[in-house]
């Protein structure tokens, strides 16, 4: 099977693609990796064949203030500029990251089926939900669920807006306004971060979280043995600006151990106390007692599959839903607004409350319930 995986640069969707395709060669098939500029590289030095994906960069036509118009129009133009790559490729297939639409829009309009990659939960709307990003649990109750009722009726008119621009960019390039949608859903999380809801798509399946390391390096943690604490800024541009400096203010004298994960060109200031750098968070978290995040989904599935509870410090975008998730499921502690000495008691919370990685634990053991990527997507060609 042939398949072209198609991704934007940001990690947070880049990497989980990159491990989708490394899943596809480990099976036989033969993946080929559309992402930004940043990875392509990266990605054949890890065995997968990877191209330039052209048209990410902003164009003066984009409408910056609204974010739906710029996304939609964005996804109808790379589908345009990707058409050629992929008629020179042949796909069987073509998986399309959910934030990169232009990928499954150009195999719609070459008689593709692709496949949609959500590398976090699914954060489509529910009936039976409040809407994706308050944070909040399903409301209980007759107050509960018209608490609900009347958030989801707030938000149901940004929904239909972004529908009528997804349908104008569609027809812009020759596709009929009704979108009908990828043939399957790969829901790449951690069932313990899902939500149960009575209307889950029947093309949607869990595979859980698909997860790459971008160095080799092993970064070792500082000597001693008092509990070892990893900081993980966030690498999204909604993280939280400052986050590693104010958790190591906190974190002076108090008894720990830090290593912090820091993406090469980062220009925070570390103190001599502190092992950062560049290095495999999966090496980190094997020693680490405690985690401290932004809440992004990358970092926060790394963490519960190795059983380590988390303090998370969300910033926006998904971060906030993902925050809470973990809080009510009761591995992680999260901390908004931070401050130094917040966060300083959440960490002492997190390492004396034996619960948190009990919960952290219990959400690893969860991935034994998911089913395979590989096959979801071979099943999509029956």
Not at 85 to 90: N, S, V
């Amino acid at each position: 099977m042939r398949v072209a995986v198609v991704a934007g640069p940001d990690p947070g969707h880049a990497f989980p693609a990159l491990a989708l395709c490394l899943a596809f060669i480990e099976a036989g098939d033969e993946p080929v990796l559309f992402t930004g500029t940043r990875w392509v590289e990266p990605a054949r030095a890890a065995g997968v064949p990877a191209e330039v994906l052209k048209g990410l960069a902003p164009r003066p036509t984009d409408d910056d203030l609204d974010a739906g118009a710029r996304i939609h129009a964005r996804a109808a133009h790379i589908s345009t500029e990707l058409l050629p790559d992929l008629r020179a490729m042949g796909p069987d297939l073509v998986v399309s990251d959910i934030l990169t639409a232009g990928g499954g829009m150009a195999a719609e309009r070459l008689g593709i089926p692709w496949v949609e990659l959500s590398p976090h939960p699914l954060y489509a709307a529910s009936r039976g939900l409040p809407p994706i990003g308050s944070g909040l649990a399903p409301g209980v109750g007759i107050r509960g669920r018209a608490r609900d009722t009347l958030m989801r009726a707030a938000t149901a008119r940004s929904i239909r807006q972004g529908e009528r621009q997804r349908s104008e960019a569609r027809v812009g390039v020759g596709l009929p306004a009704k979108d009908p949608g990828p043939v399957r859903r790969l829901i790449a999380t951690l069932p313990a971060l899902e939500v149960p809801r009575p209307d889950w798509p029947a093309e949607a399946h869990v595979v859980g979280p698909l997860l790459w390391e971008p160095t080799n390096k092993v970064l070792e943690p500082p000597d001693g043995t008092d509990p070892l604490v990893m900081v993980a800024p966030s690498t999204a541009f909604t993280g939280v600006e400052g986050m590693l400096e104010t958790t190591l203010a906190g974190l002076d004298g108090a008894g720990v151990r830090v290593i912090a994960s820091i993406l090469e060109g980062s220009s925070a200031a570390v103190p001599p106390w502190v092992r950062a750098g560049l290095g495999r968070q999966d090496a980190m978290l094997r020693e680490a007692s405690a985690v401290v995040c932004g809440g992004g989904h990358g970092m926060l599935a790394k963490a519960l599959l190795a059983g380590v509870p988390a303090v998370v410090v969300p910033g926006g975008g998904d971060q906030w839903e993902l925050a809470n998730r973990a809080a009510r499921q009761g591995s992680a502690v999260v901390v908004r607004p931070p401050s130094a000495e917040a966060l300083r008691a959440a960490v002492d919370q997190v390492l004396s409350n034996g619960a948190h990685a009990e919960a952290a634990q219990r959400a690893a053991r969860s991935v034994t319930d998911v089913a395979d990527p590989v096959e979801v997507c071979r099943d999509a060609l029956r």
